[in-house]
Each structure stands twice: as structure tokens, then as C-alpha cells.
């Protein structure tokens, strides 16, 4: 035996509406939480930055940016809401000459680092892919996320473009 419950609104015993359906098959979710703001972007071009020199990704492309909170001018992110957000940043390398003694890459909020990953004693010839992740609570107004390359030493270093080889994003966590 089955059973059909028809209707436009499903509401809580506070006559909240938590779903409504335009009779057509169309489901809006209402009051529910989601991962927004969140932003994906990456680097249209290789950097070749200076040796022992912090320099900022300039991730000038977005994959998506669900509510224009990071800045492909200034390559940073700041939300418009409060919460713990998780950021993941990704950078491959493209090294051909030798004498590299470590390459790191780092997330900054506010200009200092919250999360880093370094690799040491590099040979000739080789990509690296970087990987850095981290969750981390911002303000909502005036804390800013950014993403930072270095390697020290050597020369012919090259960081990779692409939205699969050098990319960070970044999303509100729900419940935290």
C-alpha cells in the first residue's frame, strides 16, 4: 500500500517553509545552510618568480566564485560572511636546472601564514605537484585568504599554469 501527500510548501511545526515545489517538479530549498561563499581560481600563466623570494600566486582566472568574494586583480579572497572556511591550495612545479634546496608553498590570512608545505633537496628535470590544505575562521568583513610560492636556490625554477596544475579554492563550512 502506498501513499500520496500532496503539496506547494513543507513547513516546520513553526511554519517555517523548509521546501516548496512549483507544481511542476521544481524543488527551492529555503533556510538551509550551504557552502557559500566558495571560489575556485587558477593561474592563466606560468610564474618564474626570483629564487629565496616570497611571491604571491597570481591565480587571475576563476573556475567558479559563487559570490564574488575573490579578486582576480589582487589574487585574494575575502568573504562576506562569517565562519570556518577550508582552503586547498595546489601548485605543480616545473623545474629543469639543479641546486634547488627547498620549494614551499604557503596560505596567508592577513598576511601571515596559517598552513604551509615544503619540499627539500630537489634533482634536475622533475614536477612536484604542492598540496596545502587548512580550515580556518575569518571574519566575514576584513580577514583575507592568499597564496604564496617560494623555492630557494637553483635556477630554471618555473611554477605551472592551468586550472589542474597551480589552483586554489576555498568554501564556508556548514555546522563548524
Known amino acids: 500500500m502506498s501513499s500520496i501527500i500532496k503539496v506547494n510548501t513543507f513547513q516546520d511545526a513553526n511554519g517555517n517553509a523548509l521546501f516548496s515545489s512549483d507544481g511542476s517538479g521544481n524543488v527551492t530549498l529555503t533556510n538551509f545552510p550551504d557552502n557559500t561563499p566558495a ?73 601571515s601564514d596559517i598552513a604551509e608545505s615544503r619540499s627539500n633537496s630537489r634533482s634536475t628535470n622533475h614536477h612536484e605537484t604542492h598540496v596545502c590544505t587548512t580550515v580556518v575562521d575569518m571574519n566575514g568583513t576584513t580577514d583575507y585568504v592568499e597564496f604564496f610560492l617560494r623555492h630557494s636556490g637553483g635556477s630554471g625554477f618555473q611554477w605551472r599554469d592551468g586550472s589542474h596544475r597551480q589552483y586554489a579554492e576555498g568554501y564556508k563550512l556548514i555546522g563548524a
Open 39 to 111: 571560489f575556485r581560481a587558477y593561474a592563466n600563466s606560468a610564474q618564474a618568480p626570483s629564487a629565496d623570494t616570497d611571491t604571491k600566486a597570481q591565480l587571475d582566472t576563476e573556475s567558479y566564485d559563487t559570490d564574488n568574494c575573490y579578486d582576480t586583480s589582487n589574487y585574494r579572497f575575502t568573504p562576506n560572511v562569517a565562519g570556518k572556511y577550508c582552503f586547498t591550495w595546489v601548485a605543480q612545479d616545473n623545474y629543469s636546472s639543479s641546486g634547488a634546496s627547498s620549494i614551499d608553498i604557503a596560505i596567508r590570512k592577513n598576511g
